[in-house]
């Protein structure tokens, strides 16, 4: 069996979704026909940074893994840091942190970056985010889906975006966010085929 724990913002928690299913739960639902009985924890705190995010990673997920599972922690930071002015040196600390402690526990880890807002200035800011996240990641080997770069000028995002008051998706917007984890590594770090080929 394997026990997935996902550790991130309001979007993790699929905030605005009127399915209520966020990314995370169309993730889970496309992953348990190749993955029977396999567990998933949306664990999601709004407005989190990166801060909030490396203090609780480990700890929440640890609460949930179980002795005879095959552990998976997914780390999904959003843009927050931005809003609270951390620097992108300290936000790739945070998030170097959280990886290390997942690395040393033997548990494998995913990240799946910040997606773009609608403000073209937030967004050079969340780009440089971005950036030091994925560079994190991938020194350590660690796969990355990059959300930002495809969906930045995405027309179908902006739409979603606008149509909810340009602050969280909905469903056009998380079913987005779900294909992207879906076809950026995720059945390769699970080690299984994707069910739909």
């Known amino acids: 069996m394997t026990t997935l724990v996902v550790v991130?913002?309001?979007i993790v928690a699929g905030h605005g979704d009127g399915r209520c299913l966020g990314w995370t739960g169309r993730v889970?639902?496309?992953t348990l026909p190749a993955l029977p009985g396999a567990r998933f924890y949306a664990l999601g705190v709004a407005d989190e940074d990166s801060v909030g995010l490396s203090q609780r990673g480990m700890a929440e997920a640890r609460i949930r893994?179980?002795?005879e599972t095959r552990n998976r922690l997914v780390l999904a930071p959003g843009p927050h840091d931005v809003d609270a002015g951390i620097s992108t040196a300290r936000?790739?600390?945070n998030l170097a942190n959280v990886l290390d402690a997942a690395l040393g526990a033997e548990v494998q880890t995913f990240v799946v970056g910040p997606p773009p807002s609608i403000d073209a200035d937030r967004n050079r800011r969340i780009a440089e985010l971005n950036a030091g996240f994925a560079d994190v990641a991938l020194r350590r080997g660690i796969t990355y889906v990059d959300t930002f770069a495809p969906l930045r000028e995405?027309?179908?995002w902006h739409r979603d975006l606008a149509s909810t008051g340009g602050g969280l998706p909905?469903?056009?917007?998380y079913g987005l966010l779900a294909w992207l984890v879906l076809h950026r590594g995720w059945f390769d770090w699970l080690g299984?085929?994707?069910p739909l080929g």
């Open 8 to 10: 991130g913002d309001e």
């Open 28 to 30: 889970a639902a496309r």
């Open 65 to 67: 893994f179980g002795s």
């Open 91 to 93: 936000s790739r600390l």
């Open 154 to 156: 995405h027309e179908a």
């Open 170 to 173: 909905s469903q056009e917007g």
């Open 192 to 194: 299984v085929p994707d």
